[in-house]
T-cell receptor
Framework: DADVTQTPRNRITKTGKRIMLECSQTKGHDRMYWYRQDPGLGLRLIYYSFDVKDINKGEISDGYSVSRQAQAKFSLSLESAIPNQTALYFC?????????????????FGPGTRLTVL | AQSVTQLDSHVSVSEGTPVLLRCNYSSSYSPSLFWYVQHPNKGLQLLLK??????LVKGINGFEAEFKKSETSFHLTKPSAHMSDAAEYFC?????????????FGQGTELSVKP
């Protein structure tokens, strides 16, 4: 079984609809992330959470909200979907190691959710 | 501020020939650097990471990358391309001074492998 799962894998919706994308992980990591991928732009961070009570905005959080229901679950919501939110969305988790005063985070990605807003 | 630039948006090689995917970074610190691969309709898989230990980093599937501070580069190489290597590759930098450091992604390089 995959360590990071996302549901649904594909979704087509209409402008103005509320959409929720879900992410679950079995890696036991505290830190979770939501990204969107657009052609030619790489991945951009939407929100991230260091633990259940710690949620932070990323570089493109407008139009999105998140909920960290438990250590293993992190949901992304589009309150009122618009066409330019059509993208591939990735959830990720990370572990962290500290050595010589430096942190090293390695992120592990889910398979992605392809969202189309008409 | 940190940034990463992948110098080629598309690279095409023949099967059995070497692969070189170029990445330059900008960072005020000695960064953590990663290469991820994304196969069509798949998520991102970690190929390798540099974390201030050995400058030559070996990853999965025969890939390796060398951290060159003087050139601010972290190029990805493989001696002999395989058809299954066709995918998109992302060079990524993170801030090593902060826990839960956010990743900054390059724009990606699409690798095509011809028979």
């Amino acid at each position: 079984d995959a360590d990071v799962t996302q549901t649904p894998r594909n979704r087509i919706t209409k402008t103005g609809k509320r959409i929720m994308l879900e992410c679950s992980q079995t890696k036991g990591h505290d830190r979770m992330y939501w990204y969107r991928q657009d052609p030619g732009l790489g991945l951009r961070l939407i929100y991230y959470s260091f633990d259940v009570k710690d949620i932070n905005k990323g570089e493109i959080s407008d139009g999105y909200s998140v909920s960290r229901q438990a250590q293993a679950k992190f949901s992304l919501s589009l309150e009122s979907a618009i066409p330019n939110q059509t993208a591939l969305y990735f959830c990720a988790t990370s572990d962290s190691a500290r050595a010589s005063g430096m942190w090293t985070d390695t992120q592990y990605f889910g398979p992605g959710t392809r969202l189309t807003v008409l | 501020a940190q940034s990463v630039t992948q110098l080629d948006s598309h690279v095409s090689v023949s099967e059995g020939t070497p692969v070189l995917l170029r990445c330059n970074y900008s960072s005020s610190y000695s960064p953590s650097l990663f290469w991820y691969v994304q196969h069509p309709n798949k998520g991102l898989q970690l190929l390798l990471k540099y974390t201030s230990a050995a400058t030559l980093v070996k990853g999965i599937n025969g890939f390796e990358a060398e951290f060159k501070k003087s050139e601010t580069s972290f190029h990805l190489t493989k001696p002999s391309a395989h058809m299954s290597d066709a995918a998109e590759y992302f060079c990524v930098v993170s801030d090593p001074l902060r826990q839960g450091g956010k990743l900054i992604f390059g724009q990606g390089t699409e690798l095509s492998v011809k028979p």
